[in-house]
C-alpha cells in the first residue's frame, strides 16, 4: 500500500455513534483513509440537563479536547463543493473538526473556531453529520492524489 505526506484529521464530538449502520460507514471511511491520514475519533462526555446545560457542559469538554486550531461544523457555516473542501486541505498538515451534540454549541465554542464549516444548507443528525464528513474527508484525499474516487 502507497502512503502519502501523512496528515492527522481529529474529530472530536460529545457521546458515542449510537446508530450501527453510522458507526460502519465511519469504521468504513477511516480505513479508506488510513494510506492518506492518521484518523483519531475522539468522544467527549455527553452533557446531562436542560438543553442549555447540555450545550455548555458539552462546548466545555470540547474545547478541552480540541487543539488550538479546530473547525467547528455549523449549518450556518462556509460551504463547500468537494473540490474546494480537497484545496482547502491540501497544505494542512493536521486537522481538528469539531461537531456539537443534538442541542449545537455554545457561543464562545463557534467564535473560538478557526472556521464555520457547513456540510449542507439541510439540516442533518449529528451523527450522521459524522459520517458525512468522513466520507467527505476521504472524498477530498482521493482528489488530491489523483485518485478514481471522485467523478
Known amino acids: 500500500m502507497l502512503y502519502y505526506h501523512m496528515r492527522k484529521f481529529r474529530v472530536i464530538y460529545p457521546g458515542r455513534t449510537k446508530e450501527a449502520f453510522i458507526r460502519e460507514g465511519i469504521e468504513r471511511y477511516t480505513r479508506f483513509l488510513r494510506p492518506y491520514a492518521k484518523v483519531e475519533l475522539v468522544e467527549v462526555r455527553q452533557g446531562k440537563g436542560s438543553p442549555q446545560e447540555v450545550i455548555e457542559k458539552e ?19 462556509r460551504e463547500f463543493t468537494s473540490e474546494e473542501f480537497a484545496e482547502f486541505l491540501r497544505d494542512l498538515p493536521q486537522v481538528d473538526f469539531v461537531i456539537g451534540g443534538v442541542y449545537g454549541v455554545s457561543k464562545e465554542l463557534k467564535e473560538r473556531a478557526g472556521l464555520l464549516i457547513s456540510l449542507s444548507r439541510l439540516t442533518f443528525t449529528h451523527e450522521l453529520s459524522r459520517l458525512i464528513l468522513f466520507e467527505q474527508l476521504y472524498r477530498a484525499m482521493t482528489i488530491i492524489y489523483g485518485k478514481g474516487y471522485h467523478y
Open 59 to 77: 462546548s466545555v469538554a470540547l474545547l478541552k479536547a480540541a487543539g488550538l486550531k479546530f473547525f467547528l461544523l455549523d449549518r450556518g457555516g
